[in-house]
C-alpha cells in the first residue's frame, strides 16, 4: 500500500478517533450525569446491548424498509413524470408553478394529513419520504431532460427510432449522469425524513427507537440511534456513487 | 439509386419578436419573415459527390437540413428518387458537425444503431466488424467516443452511416475542427470510399480547395437570400492537381471570385 492510499484509509478513521476522545472529555469533565451525556464507552456498552438483543437490527430494518419503498415509488412516478414533462414543453409551462409552489413545503407539514388519510402504521412514513423525495427527482429530471442536446433526438430520427426506443435508448441513457447526483440527493433527503417521520404512528424504526429512549430517559439508546442512522447513511450513499461507475453513465463525468 | 431534385425552393425563417422593435439592425423587422433561401434548383445524380460552397450564414446547412427533413420548406419541392422528402429516414443519412455520435455508446453499438432490427446477432456483428475496419478503427471497438480523438469519432459516425447503405449521405461541414493533416487524410478516405461505394454525398464546405479536391461536381450559393450562383462539373481524376492543370485552375479562381477574394491565394 503506497502512502497516499494509506493517508486517505487512515485519516479519516483518525479524525472518529480523535472526535471520541473530545467526546469522552467533554462526558468527564462536563460534570453531567452519564444518563444525560453519555460518553463514548457508556454508548459502546448500550449499542452492544442493542445489538445483542436484536432491537437495532430489527429498528433498521423497518426503517430502511419505509425508506426503500417510498424512495422507489418516488422513482417510479417522479422521473417518468419528468421525462414527459421535460419534452411537453406546453405541460412544463402549465404545471410549473404548481410544482415550485408545492416544492418547498416541508414533507413534515404533511404529518396531520398524512395521519387523517392513511392512518397508523407504515403507510403515512412512506408517503411522507415519497413526498420528500419526489420534488427533488422531478424538478431535476425535467432540468436534464431539458438540456439534452437536440442533436441526440435528429439521431434518432434518423436511424428510425420509435417513441419508445427513442425514451429507452435516448432520453434514459443521456439524463442518467444528471439523474444520478439527484438520486443520491434525494435518497439523503428521505433517510433524513424517514426519522422524523417515525416519531409518529409507528411503533418501530430507528426513529421510534430514539423517542422511546428518551421517554424511558436511555440517552446512550439515542446516541446508538444516531451512530446507526449515520453508517446507514453513508452506506446508502454508498451504493448510488457505485453507479457512477457503470461504463455507460460515466461519459457524462468527461 | 439517389438522385436528388430541388425545385423552386424557398426557405423563410419568422423572425420572433422577443426584443422590442428599436433594437432592430437595419433591415430586420420583428415578426417579419426571413428569406434564407429564394428559388433553389438542384439536382445530384445518383453516385455524385456534390460539395456545396458558400458564404458562412447563407444557408448551407439549412438547405441540407431540408434535403434530408430535418427541418422543413416554405414552398417547393425536394424529391429523392422522385420521392418528396417529408421527415428522416435511414435512406438518408446525416453526418454532424460533431458530437454525432451517442456517448453512452461504445463505437462497434453506434456503428451497429441502424442495424439495430437484425435478428441474426452474428451477422450483424460481422457487418459492424467489417465497417469498423473499413474506416480503419478496428481495435477501438469497445472504446466510447469521449475516448477517441476528433478525426476517429467523424470515421466512426461514417461507419455509422455507411453500414445501413444509404441512398445519400448528408454531411454538413464533418471536418470541422479537425485539424489541417487529419483533414488531408478524411478528405483522401472519403474520396476513396465514394470511389468505392459510389453514393450520392452532399458534401457542406466551406473550405474552396476542398470542394476541388473532392468534388464531381461543385455549387456555390450566394450570401443570403441564398440562390446557386454557380454550378460546375469537375471531371477530373483523382488524385487532382488544381494548380498545374489549367482547367481546375481557371475554376478555382473564379470560385474565389464568386465568394468575394478577388485574389486568389
Known sequence: MNVERLRDRVLPVLVFVVIAVLWQMAATFSGWSPSVFPGPLATAKGMWELIANGTLFMHSVASLFRVTIGFYLAVLVGVPLGMILGRWKSGQHMFNALIQFLRPISPLAWIPLALLWFGIGDKPAIFLIFLSSFFPLLVSTITAVNHINSLYFQVAANFNFSRIETVFRIMLPAVLPQLLPALRISLGIAWLVVVAAEMIAVKSGLGYLILDSRNALRMDFVMDAMIAIGLIGICLDRVIVQLNRIKSVSWGSV | ?265
Open chain 2, 1 to 265: 439509386m439517389g438522385f436528388i431534385a430541388i425545385k423552386r425552393l424557398r426557405k423563410e425563417f419568422l423572425e420572433r419578436r422577443s426584443t422590442r422593435r428599436k433594437f432592430n439592425g437595419p433591415g430586420v423587422e420583428q415578426g417579419q419573415p426571413l428569406l434564407v433561401l429564394d428559388e433553389i434548383d438542384l439536382e445530384c445524380k445518383d453516385g455524385e459527390l456534390v460539395c456545396v460552397l458558400g458564404p458562412s450564414g447563407c444557408g448551407k446547412s439549412t438547405l441540407l437540413r431540408i434535403m434530408a427533413g430535418f427541418d422543413s420548406k416554405t414552398s417547393g419541392s425536394v424529391t429523392i428518387d422522385g420521392r418528396e422528402v417529408n421527415g428522416p429516414s435511414s435512406e438518408n443519412i446525416f453526418v454532424f458537425q460533431h458530437n454525432g455520435l451517442l456517448p453512452w455508446l461504445t463505437v462497434a453499438e453506434n456503428v451497429g444503431l441502424g442495424l439495430r432490427h437484425w435478428k441474426d446477432e452474428k451477422a450483424r456483428d460481422e457487418r459492424v466488424q467489417e465497417y469498423i475496419d473499413i474506416v480503419n478503427l478496428s481495435g477501438f471497438e469497445q472504446h466510447y467516443p469521449h475516448q477517441l480523438s476528433g478525426g476517429m469519432q467523424r470515421r466512426a459516425e461514417l461507419a455509422r452511416a455507411l453500414v445501413v447503405s444509404p441512398e445519400v449521405m448528408f454531411m454538413d461541414e464533418p471536418f470541422a475542427g479537425l485539424d489541417y493533416l487529419t483533414r488531408l487524410k478524411m478528405q483522401e478516405e472519403i474520396i476513396n470510399m465514394h470511389e468505392y461505394f459510389r453514393k450520392t454525398v452532399v458534401f457542406i464546405t466551406h473550405d474552396i480547395d476542398e470542394a476541388m479536391t473532392m468534388g464531381d461536381r461543385v455549387v456555390v450559393m450566394s450570401e443570403r437570400p441564398a440562390r446557386v450562383k454557380l454550378d460546375v462539373e469537375l471531371t477530373a481524376p483523382h488524385p487532382r492537381d488544381f494548380l498545374s492543370d489549367p482547367e481546375l485552375s481557371e475554376l478555382r479562381k473564379s470560385v474565389y471570385h464568386e465568394l468575394g477574394v478577388h485574389h486568389a491565394l
